[in-house]
């Protein structure tokens, strides 16, 4: 079992301005690390902004650096594809809080020479799109053709137009919600009690100990992929199959298939994340309620808005079900803004805006084409 | 772009009474045809209703804004007068509460087309008398256990339920063929009917 993140070199740039986050705290000149993808025209028009989802990363087209696996988009954003890097400047940003070489929890304090650990301040989906915000004015690009996300992804596309609606010709918002609900704030709360329960978390100041919170991360990791998935999913992929063995072993063992595959991705993931960016954008995805700042009225979060929504559901997602998209789009008719909405079926839950769709991509395709 | 198909004649005719730059609810879209056809030509602020996933696909990539979801239940989800006119062509038969969904109509907008296949035309009369079995006609072209529709509507009966709700007409079409046919002759002779009816 790996003990430690390995260092990786990241494309980054340093913010020129400071990022006031939305807790009061600021980051004085924050790292973005950000992955680029197809040429930008002359009129910088044809940019196509990707959020990325809590344990996802910039490289949603190129090899992850850390597992050399492909981009987890890959077959989405390419020459050719559904997002066409041929004719789109593709962009995706890690986002603040993270561990992929933005800056978080795992990154120096100036102040001390140390990582900031636990003394990183609290971030919110707000601060991760301002961060984004602040990375384009670098990269002199006033205006996006499209921002497109899914799950957190999709909060952070939403926030995008909310924010900054001169900014977004069209938002595509995946799987996702416009706040966090009561279930998911508890699913995300086991997660963190099992790495705060581990005695190498050490209050989160483990980076120079040589010991990392690795169990509590993994049971973290276990814990919140079951909610990625579904039952039919589950029975379809595993049913009550036995791990390379005949018959139960009356032990403790991973006996069946689901556990095996639940402790290879616990496992697989604390080579490749932080625990205490874990934490951090949890939190972030906990404290995301657009309608918040309007006394729970979603629609004055986006009154009048110019913004094209296109919204997207899986039928078998428990963890952002079609309820969720519903009431964004209920807002959004409220606020007078144009919106479309469609519920996909499919067995695999969260999950499937990840995987193969092909009504996904036709869809995805044809919103980002549509009056063009 | 993709240009828009030639409108089936209800349809073309319901486009051609909206009045430009009205805000429009088709229910029932479609592939958004409708919709595209009077955001091109009428400038109309137009969205839409639809069932079928697919449909609501092929209108998004005319770039129309199209939400699935079932009349019966969704339209709920609207404000009050969110609209100025609302569209509801070739659905109504298709719904579990037609009745309602005329309700919600009119609360989302003071106006409202709806056009139906009349059951009480000629031919279908003629099926269920001489053959004895639930006609199978152009436009009802599917047999009686896989039809959609599942609330067969005569002109009669459409005229009876808005009286009975005291829902006025403005306006009403009857289509034999692509011909229009009159309102006296309508019962037996219109195999489409639209009536613009308001609160």
């Known amino acids: 079992m790996a003990t430690r993140l390995q260092p990786v070199q990241h ?60 981009g987890w988009w890959s077959k989405v954003v390419r020459p050719g594809g559904v997002i066409d890097t041929d004719r789109y400047h593709v962009i995706c940003a890690n986002v603040i809080g993270s561990c992929l070489g933005s800056s978080g929890p795992a990154s120096v304090d100036p102040a001390t020479g140390k990582p900031f650990a636990m003394a990183f301040p609290v971030v919110t989906i707000g601060d991760m799109v301002r961060a984004q915000a602040m990375l384009l004015d670098q990269l002199g690009i006033e205006r996006l053709h499209a921002v497109i996300g899914g799950s957190m992804g999709g909060m952070q596309a939403l926030a995008w137009a909310a924010h900054y609606p001169s900014r977004v010709e069209r938002a595509l918002i995946i799987a996702s919600a416009a706040r966090h609900s009561a279930q998911n704030i508890a699913f995300h709360e086991v997660g963190r009690q099992a790495i705060m329960a581990d005695p ?108 094209r929504f296109g919204l997207v559901s899986f039928d078998s997602d428990w963890l952002y079900p079609t309820a969720e998209s519903r009431r964004i789009v209920q807002a959004l008719h409220g606020a007078g803004a144009q919106a479309s909405f469609v519920e996909l079926s499919s067995p695999f839950g969260h999950d499937a805006f990840l995987l193969d769709s092909p009504e996904m991509w036709r869809l995805m395709a044809g919103f980002i084409e549509a009056g063009l | 772009m993709k240009s ?60 129309l804004a199209v939400v699935q979801g079932d009349a019966d239940r969704d339209l709920a989800d609207y404000p009050d007068d969110s609209f100025d006119i609302a569209i ?91 011909k229009p046919t009159s309102a006296a002759a309508a019962t037996w002779r219109a195999e489409h009917a639209i009536f613009l009816i308001s609160r």
């Open chain 1, 200 to 307: 190498d978390w050490q209050g989160g100041d483990y980076y120079a100990s040589g010991r990392l919170p690795v169990k509590g991360l993994s049971v973290a990791r276990m814990a919140a992929h079951i909610t990625y998935l579904s039952e039919a999913g589950l029975t379809e992929k595993f049913g009550r199959q036995l791990q390379d063995r005949e018959v139960k072993t009356f032990g403790f063992d991973a006996d069946f298939q689901i556990e095996s595959y639940l402790r290879h991705q616990g496992i697989s993931f604390v080579d490749r994340f932080d625990a205490n960016s874990y934490l951090y954008i949890t939190r972030a995805m906990d404290y995301f309620d657009l309608a918040d700042p309007h006394g729970g009225r979603l629609a004055d979060a986006f009154r009048h808005s110019p913004v």
């Open chain 1, 11 to 70: 494309n980054q740039i340093e913010l020129n301005r400071p990022l006031a986050l939305d807790s009061g705290a600021v980051l004085a000149r924050p790292t973005i690390a950000f992955e680029t993808y197809g040429p930008i025209n002359a009129a910088r028009s044809n940019v196509i902004l990707i959020c990325h989802a809590l344990t996802m990363d910039q490289y949603v087209a190129s090899t992850h650096p850390v597992t050399g696996k492909p």
């Open chain 2, 4 to 63: 828009a198909p030639t409108l089936r004649p209800d349809l073309a005719l319901i486009a051609a009474q909206v009045p430009t730059g009205a805000r429009v609810l088709d229910v029932g879209c479609g592939d958004g045809t409708l919709m595209a056809a009077l955001r091109d030509t009428k400038a109309t602020d137009v969205r839409g209703l639809e069932i079928d996933p697919a449909n609501v696909s092929a209108a998004m990539e005319l770039g």
């Open chain 2, 88 to 178: 509801l062509s070739q659905t109504l038969q298709t719904s579990h509460r037609p009745d309602r969904i005329i309700d919600q109509l009119l609360r989302i907008a003071p106006r409202a087309f709806v056009s139906f296949p009349n059951f009480a035309h000629w031919r279908v009369r003629l099926d269920l008398l001489w053959g004895g079995r639930m006609p199978v006609t152009r436009l009802l072209p599917v047999a009686w256990y896989e039809t959609p529709n599942i609330h067969h509507v005569t002109v009669s009966d459409f005229r009876d339920l808005l009286r009975g709700k005291g829902i006025g007409v403005e306006a009403a079409w009857y289509l034999s063929g692509d």
